[in-house]
């Protein structure tokens, strides 16, 4: 495992915010922290990014115990940290504070300007390079937010509700920052209460409540495990013909007919099943002209898990 906590446990003066806490991810994962307000995302994240230290347990990182109290520059370096409500200097230049920034984790000429023009490439603000940040959207604020805590090529990247307050175009700029972050084999963890964003860009999830991660499961596990898919199967003629042999098939509950031609179903089966399906219904001679699955998505699986108590 690249990142891995054992019975962590943060106790502030009477509140128990991490309660033996084991998470473990996998290097190159973007692993999605969901949960209610006050569930202990934050204190998590602050702990991982050695901002905060437990009062319990152990955190592994890429095989070494994190070291708190005096903090290995060496642990740093490798850790980019973006909290919630992330603050920026208003009167200085994007450029200048990215710069800033790189000197405060030793970074030397001319890697440094090299990989200042990198980062505001990824983050879309070339052309701001020369502006003040007190004039920036609240979009640009957040991937300047981020160019910060990636300036020094992490390999963990922590973000903590990066999109909260940024409109559906800002937050598709997001997501595709992440995706390349990904793509350049970037760890990322990332707490979110938009679940449609994490949807789109984790592998794993982890679900916490009371402090507890109650929950922690590859994406697709999860999907596998607690995702009803609908299948919805249209035919050119023959529908009751259709029906009858999605009868005999034990992956199918709940047959619905929609209209003349359209059929939906229950489908409990996976990707394998469905293409195993097709090809029966194919060799049946049954003439299809439209055969989909939908998926329930992370919200409503999310809402189905019933964690909703905060701490
Ligand atoms: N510095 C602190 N002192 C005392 N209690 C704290 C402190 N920080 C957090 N807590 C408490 O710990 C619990 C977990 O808080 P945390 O901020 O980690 O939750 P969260 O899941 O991030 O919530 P949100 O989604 O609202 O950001 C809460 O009950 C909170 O009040």
């Not at 490798?78 to 994007?94: A, C, Q, T």
């Not at 440094?112 to 983050?123: C, F, G, K, P, S």
């Not at 209460?193 to 789109?200: A, F, K, N």
Request: charged share 25%; with cysteine.
């Amino acid at each position: 495992m690249f990142l891995e906590t054992q019975h962590l446990g943060k106790q502030f003066e009477r509140q128990l915010a991490l309660d033996d806490v084991n998470l473990q991810i996998r290097q190159g994962d973007v692993y999605g922290l969901i949960g209610p307000n006050g569930a202990g995302k934050t204190t998590l994240l602050r702990v991982l990014a050695l901002a905060d230290e437990p009062t319990l347990g152990k955190v592994w990182f890429d095989g070494q115990p994190l070291v708190y109290g005096r903090h290995l520059p060496a642990q740093k370096q490798r850790i980019g940290f973006l909290p919630d409500d992330y603050p920026l200097y208003n009167e200085m230049l994007v450029w200048h504070y990215l710069d800033y920034m790189a000197r405060l984790y030793l970074m030397q000429e001319p890697q440094r300007a090299d990989r200042i023009n990198q980062v505001l490439e990824l983050v879309q603000l070339e052309s701001k390079r020369d502006s003040r940040i007190g004039t920036l959207s609240r979009g640009m604020r957040q991937r300047l937010s981020l160019a910060q805590a990636i300036i020094h090529q992490p390999d963990l990247l922590l973000m903590d509700e990066p999109v909260s307050g940024l409109d559906p175009l800002a937050r598709s700029q997001f997501r595709q920052i992440v995706k390349r972050l990904q793509a350049e084999g970037m760890t990322i963890i990332i707490s979110s209460h938009i679940l449609s964003d994490l949807e789109d860009f984790c592998s794993a999830v982890g679900v916490m409540e009371q402090g507890r991660l109650v929950e922690s499961a590859l994406l697709s596990d999860l999907y596998d495990r607690l995702s009803v898919r609908r299948l919805s199967i249209s035919v050119l003629d023959e529908l009751a013909r259709l029906q009858a042999l999605l009868a005999q098939q034990g992956q199918i509950q709940a047959i619905e007919v929609v209209d003349d031609t359209t059929l939906q179903a229950t489908f409990s089966g996976n990707d394998g099943d469905r293409l195993a399906l097709l090809k029966t219904l194919m060799e049946a001679g049954v003439a299809i002209t439209d055969f989909h699955v939908t998926q329930e998505n992370l919200e409503s699986i999310f809402l189905k898990m019933d964690y909703q108590r905060t701490a």
